[in-house]
T-cell receptor
């Protein structure tokens, strides 16, 4: 079946630096991808919609300049956490819709990326 | 998107059927019901989805009430590996999900 792959699975970065997380759709194309954040013992929270060839759409309360999203090809979206701080430490997950009718198609999630800011 | 309500936790004996309920009383006619599960420190795994008919696949069955205001996910023979947080999500035509708090299912030996 369709697979969504994320890289890296775990990353540690220093406070004030930037870190990039990649989300790839394997064996299928995705004009939109979605980025979620999950803190320990909490549910997933939608951060933004990544649109191939155009600007991302951010959910209310998510800082656009802090979480840069680029969707340069039909199989790759990247999330860059800029000027990271310890409070940005979280589990970041992406998803992509499979082919078929958008109303009832299967949405595939990546394995997630653990970010720890020290 | 319609809001969903799930019990925070449930236990199930290994080998028995696990029935996970979900209430989505404000669902609209074009909204699908999706079920995912998340095992600790992993991305959500797709289980099943449906609109109004009951659905079955190799993992589970989805029973949707006639008025579509609630549904039940059935894992026919729960195993220890089914211990996870199960999310019931209602989605419109867009492909983004707004997750609720889910049900933490513990399968007991």
């Amino acid at each position: 079946g369709a697979v969504v792959s994320q890289h890296p699975s775990r990353v540690i970065c220093k406070s004030g630096t930037s870190v990039k997380i990649e989300c790839r759709s394997l064996d299928f194309q995705a004009t939109t991808m979605f980025w979620y954040r999950q803190f320990p013992k909490q549910s997933l929270m939608l951060m933004a919609t990544s649109n191939e060839g155009s600007k991302a759409t951010y959910e209310q309360g998510v800082e656009k300049d802090k979480f840069l999203i680029n969707h340069a090809s039909l199989t790759l979206s990247t999330l860059t956490v800029t000027s990271a701080h310890p409070e940005d430490s979280s589990f970041y997950i992406c998803s992509a819709p499979g082919t078929g009718m958008s109303s009832g198609n299967t949405i595939y999630f990546g394995e997630g990326s653990w970010l720890t800011v020290v | 998107d319609a809001k969903t309500t799930q019990p925070p936790s449930m236990d199930c004996a290994e080998g028995r059927a696990a029935n996970l309920p979900c209430n989505h009383s404000t669902i609209s006619g074009n909204e699908y019901v999706y079920w995912y599960r998340q095992i600790h420190s992993q991305g959500p795994q797709y289980i099943i989805h449906g609109l109004k008919n009951n659905e079955t696949n190799e993992m589970a069955s989805l029973i949707i009430t006639e008025d579509r205001k609630s549904s039940t996910l059935i894992l026919p023979h729960a195993t220890l590996r089914d211990t996870a947080v199960y999310y019931c999500i209602v989605k419109k035509t867009g492909n983004q999900f707004y997750f609720g708090t889910g049900t933490s299912l513990t399968v007991i030996p």
